[in-house]
């Protein structure tokens, strides 16, 4: 039978702890850096919300954004409709009567980047704040986000995230993910290397001006509009202090299919911008970020690969080894014991969980989040799994070409 | 203070460079958990293997002693029957358990394994010398396995996964009968001229293969086959 050769085992810790200690040095390298006065802001700011079929949330997000302590006056909505099928026009017209500065479009259904544009194009703020309908926000964000505007290389703002629900385990799981991904997001926002624009980000209308609107094609709009950003050379604040809280997939079958979007959307943009990979210009993004997110892409769907079959190999084993009669015993020895905790693989093993932990804790308070260490521990144990196979199911339907449908 | 307003600026490209010494670090760290985990697990990885120098120093002295013994008392077999035996065989039997787990850390082809395996098989056949001897002489009715495995995945001079299997199943049958079953492991690669002559004579020159109660099977066998075995 195959065996999975050794050293694939260790190139896999390699890579893992090359990502973790790059970015506890980014973390530790920011600590040290003195903290920047960005100064006081009076920007105009329109909030664009695409909503399709949002009928149930859609007045949460008004609410949330009419409670920000921010400057009334400077604020203005725009709702588009995508055609919703629902009383999402009704629910639209009653709160642009209940509210001041909300004005409403009705389009035909064209997907979100399509609702967006139609949206954008009616802005004639200097700020505009793209928002999902089903996404709240903390009232202190708009304070937090838009003092870093003051600094005229940056072309968008966005924030960490937060599930609006944790009632259900796959809830629970994407908020340890968004919370994880909010503490690398935010370290990649310091060096200049966030690649992203997720559910809420503010963007310099100058920039749609000049380089266009969301690319209507693209599975993952945020992750295009992120890299089209960086390739022309501006950058993407990062705002942990304060949280967006959006609903997320609650069904593990809703949950794949949005994955399977983001991975197909994740490689096709990579595709798009593929001259920015191990491209100096493009700084650590280029040479470290971008190429360590698709090695890690397809490190998760080797692993998931690996394990599916080295769970079979060992299964069939044990069954062959039952079958001519072994019965398990369970002979304990300190020193055999003592030995196997010798062996590298071990070794490494036992400091990625030290590892593990000890960004859980780090991550934690620095978010200042509640997640769980159960959670967390369900997370490595189960979630990651899941989300494996999500990327090799990215990865097959982008090879064989096929869009996933949403 | 008066805090600064800056509005209305136009979008500026940045150049970017990058964090050098970000890379640095997280590559000497990386080196540093890879390097400090061989050179530890290594380290006392190797003294284990001293350890078992050590000890089987202390079975080869008490062999040694015995067949002495036996030679200057050829015709007083009570002697064979007196000797306290139980803990040799125990530490034989832990000696073997952990050059396995030690082969499985350093590596099959470690010099320093294979100088320890060479003397365990030497070992291992002067035990079985004693042992035969003790079963004749003693009225034990011991039964006595020799197993003739390889350990090299090439299949050279036998099967592999077959000898592995084997070794599992004739785990069980001493985990069932620890008193009344006596097995000595042989790896046919590293036969030396004591445990090549002992293959010889039963013309075994492939693994799996076992000699049970002095006859030979040059075949995989199940528990079940090698009970029935036991029960003639």
């Known amino acids: 039978m195959f065996q999975i050769p050794i050293w694939v085992m260790y190139a896999v810790f390699c890579i893992e702890f090359l990502i973790a200690f790059f970015f506890l040095s980014v973390f530790i390298k920011v600590k040290l850096m003195k903290k920047e006065d960005l100064g006081k802001v009076d920007y105009n700011v329109t909030f664009v919300l695409p909503a399709y079929n949002h009928s149930a949330l859609l007045e949460n997000s008004i609410k949330s954004i009419k409670s920000l302590d921010y400057q009334q006056e400077k604020i203005k909505i725009i709702i588009v409709d995508d055609g919703s099928t629902d009383d999402t026009v009704t629910v639209m017209k009653k709160l642009a009567k209940k509210y001041e500065g909300i004005s409403f479009f009705t389009k035909k259904h064209g997907g979100k980047s399509a609702a967006v544009n139609y949206g954008l194009e009616r802005a004639n703020t200097e700020l505009i704040v793209v928002l999902d309908a089903d996404t709240v926000l903390e009232k202190d964000i708009l304070t937090k986000a838009l003092p870093m505007f003051n600094n005229p290389s940056i072309a968008a703002v966005t924030s960490k995230m937060r599930p609006l629900f944790m009632n259900k385990f796959i809830e629970r799981m994407q908020y340890v993910e968004y919370t994880f991904t909010g503490f690398y997001r935010m370290l990649m926002g310091k060096i200049g290397s966030l690649p992203l624009t997720p559910a809420f980000s503010i963007f310099r209308k100058e920039f749609f001006e000049k380089h266009g609107y969301f690319d209507v094609d693209s599975m993952t709009e945020d992750f295009e509009m992120g890299l089209r950003i960086q390739s022309k050379h501006h950058d993407i604040g990062f705002v942990h202090d304060s949280c967006a809280i959006t609903e997320v997939p609650n069904t593990l079958r809703k949950f794949i299919r949005q994955r399977l979007r983001w991975g197909y959307g994740t490689l096709s943009s990579y595709k798009k911008y593929k001259w920015m990979i191990f491209n100096k210009n493009y700084g650590d993004l280029g040479m470290f970020i971008l190429p360590i997110w698709f090695i890690g892409m397809l490190i998760a769907s080797a692993i998931f690969l690996l394990g599916i079959y080295s769970i079979i190999e060992n299964s069939i084993d044990y069954i062959a080894r039952l079958l001519v009669g072994w019965r398990p015993s369970f002979y304990f020895s300190i020193d055999n014991f003592m030995i196997s905790l010798l062996n590298l693989k071990v070794m490494l093993f036992g400091i990625s969980i030290i590892l593990g932990l000890m960004l859980f804790f780090l991550i934690r308070s620095q978010l200042n989040e509640r997640i769980k260490l159960k959670d967390y521990i369900l997370f490595v144990i189960i979630y990651l799994w899941i989300l494996s196979f999500t990327s090799i199911l990215s990865l097959a339907y982008f090879l064989i070409g096929k869009k996933p449908k949403w | ?232």
């Not at chain 2, 020159?205 to 029935?228: C, D, G, H």
């Open chain 2, 1 to 232: 203070m008066v805090k600064k307003m800056i509005q209305k600026e136009k979008l500026v490209e940045v150049k970017r460079k990058l964090n050098y010494e970000v890379y640095i670090a997280a590559i000497l760290i990386t080196i540093f958990f890879f390097v400090a985990g061989l050179a530890i697990g290594d380290y006392f990885a190797y003294q284990r293997v001293d350890d078992i120098g050590v000890y089987q120093k202390a079975i080869s002295a008490f062999l040694t002693l015995s067949e002495l013994k036996g030679e200057l008392q050829a015709n007083q077999s009570a002697d064979y029957c007196n000797l306290s035996w139980d803990d040799v065989w125990k530490e034989k039997v832990e000696i073997g358990r952990l050059l396995t787990a030690l082969e499985l850390k350093l590596g099959k082809e470690d010099p320093a394994i294979l100088e320890q395996k060479r003397i365990y098989n030497e070992v291992q056949f002067r035990t079985y010398k004693l042992v035969e001897k003790i079963n004749e002489n003693c009225d034990k009715k011991w039964d006595i396995i020799l197993f003739f495995y390889t350990n090299k995945k090439s299949n050279t001079g036998g099967d592999y996964g077959l000898s592995e299997l084997q070794g599992y199943v004739l785990d069980t049958v001493y985990e069932r009968d620890k008193e009344g079953v006596k097995i000595f492991s042989f790896d046919i690669n590293l036969l030396d001229k004591s445990t090549s002559e002992l293959a010889n004579s039963y013309n075994i020159t492939t693994a799996p293969a076992m000699v049970i109660n002095s006859k030979a099977y040059l075949k995989f066998m199940n528990e079940n086959e090698i009970q029935r075995i036991f029960e003639k």
